[in-house]
């Protein structure tokens, strides 16, 4: 039974960690469903180090994407919710960058999946600078967010299941500890600095 009772300790902390970071998103527009489903299995829901907080930043995101898709046209709810996606996004993206894949970056064992996710973060962060430019009124424009919500659940698909995994078997308990320490700081501060740039991706 002592096996059984950590699977239902451990199902309850995953459960709590995703309502929680789902709450921080409908707290943007309590008025706006957050139908995110099921999420990708990943071991690190709801974890004390630095890749359970990533996840719950994901999970946060997840449903700030899914708020969205309820909105319409050129509402007060779909900028507002649009505004705090770019903002968490950009912030979590900045973050992740110098508390993690700094680090995973010195070694060569580590390099290339971190490289890959450091690029696909400037993938997305043009997404963003391109739906930011255009008209959230327009019919193209829930289009063209749909594509960003595409890549990104698929980006933090990767993170969760390869990147992450990779990483911590190269990483000690005390890495994951401070890594935490500095991801948290540095969401913080870049997320306070963070500008909705504009600019109209001229290639799909």
């Known amino acids: 039974m002592p096996g059984h009772t950590q699977e239902i300790t451990t199902t309850r902390r995953e459960r709590d960690a995703k309502a929680q970071a789902i709450a921080k998103a409908k707290a943007v527009a309590p008025n706006i469903a957050a139908r995110i489903g099921s999420t990708p299995k990943t071991t690190f829901r709801g974890d004390p180090d630095v890749f359970g907080r990533l996840v719950e930043d994901h999970d946060r995101h997840r449903a700030l994407l899914a708020m969205i898709e309820e909105t319409h046209g050129d509402s007060e709810d779909r900028r507002t919710l649009f505004e705090e996606l770019v903002r968490e996004l950009k912030a979590h993206a900045a973050a992740e960058e110098q508390a993690l894949w700094s680090s995973v970056l010195r070694d060569p064992a580590t390099t290339d999946f971190a490289r890959h996710a450091v690029a696909e973060h400037k993938e997305i962060d043009d997404m963003l600078a391109d739906l ?15 594509g960003l919500k595409e890549e990104y659940l698929h980006h933090i698909r990767e993170e969760e299941q390869e990147q992450f995994v990779a990483a911590e078997e190269h990483l000690s308990a ?8 500095v991801f948290e700081r540095r969401k913080k501060a870049e997320k306070a600095n963070a500008t909705i740039e504009k600019k109209i991706k001229l290639k799909d």
């Open 132 to 146: 930011a430019a255009r008209d959230m009124g327009s019919p193209g424009w829930l289009r063209r967010f749909a």
């Open 174 to 181: 005390t890495d994951v500890r401070h890594m935490r320490q």
